[in-house]
């Protein structure tokens, strides 16, 4: 199988080619030439195969290049015991019923980026041996939170790599941001930038288009990737936790075999709802996609209008990860549904990148009202949220997951549509104490670590390990610069 840029369809990579090398050099995304289907019986087939199985049987078929025994070893070891805190590695939650709950939260930084982050330093090391690449690769990540500390975990100590992360000061959870600048590995460097998640993404989008600084580093022997969802290597373990949430709940008896389940994903560059929508092009019976955003609601005004415009107020909100104005991953939809029509891609990404706003053509725009709904839900509207699922539910959530809840409401409400529905749950609630306290009622804060153990006592549901043992942790990193001066700290790091 092929990879293609979503902005040059005659830029044909391999699989191994498109994971080291993160971004199209013209600045569009890898993805597949051609999507595999699941055959007629796949689902029945891994009903009863465990996490790790499922993830070699789907990924195989967009792996070509990799052997099934690379990527059973790969997939022992990213979703093994001493990663995941649970068996099911991604368990599905009862909620009421008709909900259910996909908890992507198990792995070593509490969040669900660890799915795809366990699994991408394997492929990408891999990769290189088969590119037979002899340059160090440096992996840059902007994150709005959740990216950063578990790119930093996956890639801490991982040989042939370095990897700085960019985060917007100010704009991550105070335990996000102790998860990040406390971070172990000699190969690994993380740096505040001020202004908001889009100015830190879009800076690290500026040094992969930068010739003279791809050329400087080449002389110095390191060469640049991307572990953000704008890597192949990163969506590509996500279509696996759709399918698997959809083999459990049949295994369950809570689906029968072709029955239509809807997701709800809490959405930011929306990676993981994509992801969601890829499964559903397999053949995965998944029904409407639902897409939720905080009070950052560009993607719910595009979904609904067909207009993107990221010309408005940028709001830092209790679910930071979604605190998103410019969603890389919705250029790879684009290229879907235009039929892989990289100029009509093209021409989009260019008034964006121009004007800050794009129109999509009448065509499009209906394939997107017949695919996804969406909808928003503000701070105050979240904390009502998360304090009524821990009221009559007993079920701790964070912001993020809150949003999702509420947006499948608002949808259920608006269309009578009761079919079951998935929502993607995407952190613990452990990483935004404050957050889950006020919703819970407190309204004095411990301050540092000590609010993990207070929100513990609360509920007497105990925080995660990786999270509990931050008190422990030393601060290495607080380096902080502006966003012009990024190029400055991969100098540094690479000298």
């Not at 969603?327 to 684009?334: G, P």
Request: aromatic share 8%.
């Amino acid at each position: 199988m092929y990879y293609v840029s979503t902005r040059n369809k005659e830029d044909r990579r391999t699989a191994a080619q498109a994971i080291a090398q993160g971004l199209a050099a013209d600045g569009g995304l890898m993805t597949p030439e051609v999507f595999p289907k699941l055959s007629q019986n796949a689902l029945e087939t891994m009903r009863d195969m465990s996490y790790q199985q499922r993830a070699v049987y789907v990924m195989g078929s967009f792996l070509d290049d990799f052997t099934s025994s690379e990527l059973s070893a790969f997939a022992s070891r990213a979703y093994g015991p001493d990663k995941f805190d649970v068996k099911a590695v991604a368990p599905v939650r009862d909620v009421d019923g008709n909900t259910y709950c996909l908890e992507l939260w198990h792995g070593p930084t509490c969040a669900f980026k660890d799915m795809a982050l366990q699994m991408l330093p394997h492929l990408l090391s891999a990769a290189l041996v088969k590119n037979q690449e002899e340059k160090t690769v440096c992996i840059l990540v902007a994150t709005s939170g959740d990216t950063g500390k578990a790119a930093l975990e996956g890639f801490k100590d991982v040989e042939k790599t370095r990897i700085l992360v960019f985060y917007p000061k100010d704009g991550v959870s105070a335990i996000q941001q102790l998860q990040m600048v406390t971070q172990e590995g000699e190969n690994v460097g993380v740096c505040s930038v001020v202004g908001n998640f889009d100015d830190a993404q879009t800076g690290v989008k500026r040094l992969f288009a930068d010739p003279a600084l791809r050329e400087q580093l080449a002389g110095r022997g390191f060469f640049l990737s991307s572990a953000n969802s704008i890597n192949w290597g990163r969506v590509l373990p996500q279509i696996v936790y759709y399918i698997s949430a959809y083999c459990d709940l049949m295994r369950d008896g809570k689906l029968q075999k072709g029955e239509a389940l809807n997701v709800c994903v809490p959405t930011g560059n929306f990676g993981n709802i994509l992801a969601a929508y890829y499964a559903k092009t397999m053949g995965v019976p998944i029904g409407k996609l639902i897409c939720a955003s905080n009070s950052n609601n560009v993607l719910t005004d595009f979904l609904r209008t067909g207009v993107y415009d990221r010309n408005r107020t940028f709001y830092n909100t209790m679910s930071p990860s979604m605190d998103i104005l410019i969603s890389s991953n919705l250029e790879r939809l684009l290229f879907a549904l235009t039929g892989h029509d990289d100029a009509e891609v093209r021409d989009y990404m260019a008034q964006l990148n121009q004007d800050g706003r794009y129109e999509v053509s009448p065509v499009l725009r209906d394939k997107l009202g017949k695919l996804f709904a969406a909808g928003y839900c503000d701070d105050t509207r979240t904390q009502q949220v998360i304090g009524r699922m821990w009221n009559e539910h007993k079920y701790l959530i964070d912001p993020h997951t809150a949003v999702a809840f509420e947006v499948l409401d608002q949808y259920r409400k608006e269309t009578g549509d009761a079919s079951p529905a998935l929502v993607a749950s995407t952190a613990s609630p452990f990483k935004f104490c404050d957050s889950v306290l006020g919703a819970l009622g407190v309204t004095e804060l411990e301050q540092g670590t000590a609010i993990l153990e207070q929100l513990s006592a609360r509920t007497g549901v105990a925080a995660p390990a990786p999270l509990a043992g931050l008190k422990d942790k030393s601060v290495r990193f607080a380096q902080n610069v502006e966003k012009d001066h990024m190029v400055d700290q991969v100098l540094e790091l690479l000298k």
